[in-house]
């Protein structure tokens, strides 16, 4: 079964600072989707970025990136010159073609004036 | 823009009763989900629906709960006999062919 682990339930940054959220995942597949969500207080689930397994290249979201390692299973989230509004929980989450999705824990992400 | 619709976007209920959780995925998308997220824990699949039928459920689908799509726009969720822990933010979401699947608002149940 696949599984989505991040092991930083909180982090901090100073605004305008750069952060950077790890998130790991086992899958036995070669070619499936990765994705960071958002979610703010409001609880909506919002999509901030997606990575292509068969994709060798870093997606990008404009403050938003990623650096997906697919040997390692790695794909961390880095958002740049943070703002208040980045504030929220973030889940990384992994999917085979069109079945469910699979949710890490979350990292409750604070944002420093 | 389009988006996923979800309503009630907050239901209370007496533990026992029956509630329906009613969403409106987006008009071109194939793939519709439910999941449930208790307070302050992860986000847990519940099941997914395709083709006029369930392509997958979890562990928590069980006799408790229903699917339907009575027709070509809704997608609905019926949880029969309420229990205390029952009581979550439920989503839906929808998604066409190998794409990232789009979340409606949510519906907060609380069970009392």
């Known amino acids: 079964a696949q599984t989505v682990t991040q092991s930083q339930p909180e982090m901090s940054v100073q605004e305008a600072e750069t952060v950077t959220l790890s998130c790991t995942y086992d899958t036995s597949e070669s070619d499936y989707y990765l994705f960071w969500y958002k979610q703010p207080p409001s609880r909506q689930m919002i999509l901030v970025i997606r990575?292509?397994?068969?994709?060798?290249q870093n997606a990008t979201e404009n403050r938003f990136s990623v650096n997906f390692q697919k040997a390692a299973k790695s794909f961390s989230l880095k958002i740049s010159d943070s703002q208040l509004g980045d504030a929220a929980m973030y889940f990384c989450a992994y999917s085979f073609g069109n079945e469910k999705l699979t949710f890490g824990t979350g990292t409750r992400l604070t944002i420093i004036p | 823009e389009p988006e996923v619709t979800q309503t009630p976007s907050h239901q209370v209920t007496q533990m026992g009763q029956e509630v329906i959780l009613r969403c409106v995925p987006i008009?071109?998308?194939?793939?519709f989900y439910w999941y449930r997220q208790i307070l302050g824990q992860k986000v847990e699949f519940l099941v997914s629906f395709y083709n006029n039928e369930i392509s997958e459920k979890s562990e928590i689908f069980d006799d408790q709960f229903s699917v339907e799509r009575p027709d070509g726009s809704n997608f609905t969720l019926k949880i029969r006999s309420t229990k205390l822990e029952d009581s979550a933010m439920y989503f839906c979401?929808?998604?066409?062919?190998?794409?990232?699947?789009?979340f409606g608002q949510g519906t907060r149940l609380t069970v009392v």
């Open positions: 008009s071109n998308h194939l793939y």
């Open positions: 990575q292509e397994a068969y994709k060798q």
């Open positions: 979401a929808s998604s066409k062919l190998n794409t990232e699947a789009f």
